[in-house]
């Protein structure tokens, strides 16, 4: 059995999540639910279905908790579709929400991924080896992706002309 996060709400609606173990912990999830995830999410925030602020605080052994904020807009609104429709008071769906964002934030970041991705006038197709790394792959103590690490792993080459073999998400 999975350990259970503990969910406050603050006068003014925000969230607080006491999650029992660090973001690095969090297991892995089935790309085609990452995939599913994002097209939720995108759907969610093309409604301006924004969300209630969320603060996550990770335990950590023998320390003070780690804690996270989910207060920009997009990332409100993807926290909400993901928690309506999985819940982020479980481990699964808090780690499938934290990979979501955390794939969204290495992207803008990482300028060697373009090659793994295409924004189409349909949404943005990503290579399949990029979900699955993605779906893989730990999270830093930060919630967020190792760039070298993901990179690493999807040093592979890639097939020719640059098509990402999309995994489609409008």
Not at 11 to 29: K, S
Not at 110 to 132: C, Q, R
């Amino acid at each position: 059995m999975s350990p259970s996060i503990r969910v406050a709400e603050a006068p003014n609606g925000a969230l607080t999540y006491a999650v029992p173990l660090p973001p690095e912990r969090l297991p892995a999830v089935a790309p085609r639910q990452l995939l599913a995830a994002w097209d939720l999410a995108r759907e969610a925030a093309d409604r301006q279905q924004w969300g209630k602020p969320r603060r996550l605080l990770f335990a950590r052994t023998g320390g003070e908790p780690m804690e996270l904020a989910i207060a920009d807009r997009d990332a409100a609104a993807w926290a909400e579709a993901i928690d309506s429709a999985i819940g982020l008071d479980t481990i699964g769906g808090l780690s499938l929400c934290l990979r979501l964002l955390a794939l969204v934030e290495v992207l803008g970041r990482a300028p060697w991924m373009t090659a793994l991705f295409a924004v189409t006038p349909a949404g943005i197709d990503l290579h399949p080896a990029l979900l699955s790394a993605a779906a893989a792959m730990p999270l830093d103590g930060g919630a967020r992706f190792d760039e070298t690490g993901l990179r690493r792993l999807l040093s592979r080459p890639l097939p020719a002309g640059g098509d990402p073999s999309p995994g489609r998400i409008a």
